[in-house]
């Protein structure tokens, strides 16, 4: 049976593998040296050219990337690295608890180490060469360091109460797994950007000003009832722009980047703004926190199902059954149905950012969020042109022109 097990985590590694190429591929059927004609006023001859080399080049490194991955854990699969690094953790202590929190921080913090060289080329050769990259390297370094802190704490902790769980009550653990996790999405939902973000940002009150009033003043129209707009200093790791909503009730925040600002006008802002009150005003964040809570609970429940079965462990390479090793196993098993959810949470995503659009169109002015658009997709140098499948399976955003047709069909007189 483990071999079974073992071959069919194979096969779906290979797969996937070969999904991501091949929408890579088709992604890559669509550039074109010529500016095509739907793109025109969009981009001129120049960036267009540039956005094409971007492309390319992040997909050579793409394929150099993955297919390393793939090599990587089929070797570490084939010599039954996970056995080993179980043996490994098992020579320090016989807690069981103690054990996964070591097996699972010897494979994070190896699998990071390798990633960093490809990281590192990344920011510093990619992005640098394309202007977009403004990362020093004590950033890069603080920034390592603080994710092993949070990976250590925040992961390790929630690691440790649902083996914890998994030791005191058995097959009903994934009950009390799924109340406690659920409780810190709720949790990290409504405090995120005042306890993680600081960590790594700077966090600042819009200032006094013509933008904070036309903001307070668009606010009132809509009835959205807002303490205040942060600025998040972006640009210290990128020029590339964004802004997100987060937090719940009294807690909510806009957090605008600064490199956003700079690069969009006023009215640009406020639409960019419209459009993530829309989320708010349209419940996505609610929907989404409960729909992940929910989604969560469902896959708690099926790890309950197998985790105990010894066979898991097994096909790992190890004949001392063990809820780390079962985990890892069920996390290759359950992918697919992973990928599955995945589209159907992307397709509810593209409806939401359609939504939001709209609400933005209505309630301001629909030219205003198109032409902010129109300038952080130049700005990024965005594929504007993707392949209709790769958007199917991996864009949780309409594309650029999907975006600017849908909102055009709205009385912009608001």
Known sequence: MQQIIFYFIIGILIFDYALDQFLDYLNATKRSLTLPSELKGIYDEEKYKKSQDYGKVNHKFSILTSSFSLLLILVFLYFSGFAIIDNLARSYTSNIILISLIFFGIIMFASDILQTPFNLYDTFVIEEKFGFNKTTVKTFILDKIKEWFIAVIIGGGLLALIIWFYDAVGEYFWVYAWIAISFFMLFMTMFYTSVIVPLFNKLKPIEDGELKDEITTFCNKVGFILDNVFIID???????????????????????????????????????????????????????????????????????????????????????????????????????????????????????????????????KGIHLQNALKTLSVSDLSNLTPHPLNVFFNYSHPTLLQRLKFIGKFDNKA
């Open 234 to 364: 972006g640009s210290k790791r990128s020029t590339k722009a964004n802004a997100y909503f987060s937090g719940l009730g009294k807690r909510k925040k806009i957090v605008l980047f600064d490199t956003l600002i700079e690069q969009l006008s006023k009215e640009e802002i406020i639409a960019v703004l419209a459009h993530e009150i829309g989320h708010y005003k349209k419940k996505h964040t609610i929907i989404a926190v409960f729909s992940s809570i929910i989604q969560t609970g469902l896959t708690l429940f099926i790890l309950s199902l197998f985790v105990g079965n010894p066979e898991l462990s097994k096909a790992l390479g190890s004949e001392i059954p063990s809820f780390h090793l079962g985990l890892i196993t069920f996390g290759f098993l359950y992918s697919p149905i992973s990928t599955i959810i995945d589209l159907f949470m992307n397709v509810i995503s593209r409806k939401n950012e359609y939504a939001a659009d709209q609400f933005a169109a209505e309630n301001y």
